[in-house]
């Protein structure tokens, strides 16, 4: 998939779906001041270094708690990532970060559809030949346009496009590494 496709599919969702039904009163349960989602992430857009290593090239567990004010909201986020690269002579290495940070989100269309940015702390979990188990760096979270779907007192999340990006070694030669991923959520609210 081109690099452009991606960005054009964001700027479409972001373009569609924020206008959609901004003054739609919240209604139950998409208005939970309280809520609570673990979610699971997966990168089926993303390539590694001009190759394609395949479906599911990065795959992530999180969790984000949150607190709203009708339409806005504000949270934290906990998310183990596991991510793979092809390096230059053509092998596969396996990387892994842990995740935590805040986040911003307002939701439109009665609380159906969901726009969310965060970042935060990313921790290397596993050295490299050239960084340390242990550093230290950022993250960004982008998520455009979710849509949120209530089945009784849960509300099911899926963000069909979202950027993520991790920097769990700053220093030096960066380690950095971008997806466009699909994230599938359960919120419990109250």
């Known amino acids: ?5 991606p960005t054009a599919l964001v700027a479409l969702t972001v373009a569609i779906g924020l206008p959609l039904g ?9 208005a939970a001041a309280w809520s609570v989602a673990p979610d699971f992430a997966f990168s089926p ?17 999180g969790l984000h708690g949150t607190h709203r004010w009708a339409r806005w909201g504000l ?7 596991l991510w793979r690269s092809v390096d ?7 990387f892994g ?53 209530a089945l009784g007192d849960v509300v099911i999340g899926l963000d069909p496009l979202t950027l993520f990006a991790t920097v769990p070694d700053a220093g030096g030669i960066p380690l950095v590494d971008v ?4 994230c599938v959520s359960a919120e419990f609210g109250r």
């Open 1 to 5: 998939m081109p690099t452009s496709s």
């Open 22 to 30: 901004a003054r739609a009163e919240l209604e139950p349960p998409y």
């Open 45 to 61: 857009y993303s390539e590694s270094n001009g190759d394609d290593p395949g479906l599911m090239r990065g795959l992530a567990l």
């Open 75 to 81: 949270g934290l986020a906990l998310e183990g990532t």
């Open 88 to 94: 230059g002579a053509g092998e596969e290495d396996w």
């Open 97 to 149: 970060a842990l995740h935590a940070g805040v986040e911003g989100e307002v939701l439109s269309a009665g609380g159906r559809i969901r726009s969310r940015l965060g970042g935060g702390l990313a921790v290397l979990l596993e050295g490299t030949a050239l960084d340390e188990a242990g550093e230290v760096g950022f993250y960004i979270d982008l998520r455009p346009a979710g849509v949120r779907w």
């Open 179 to 182: 997806q466009y991923r699909v």
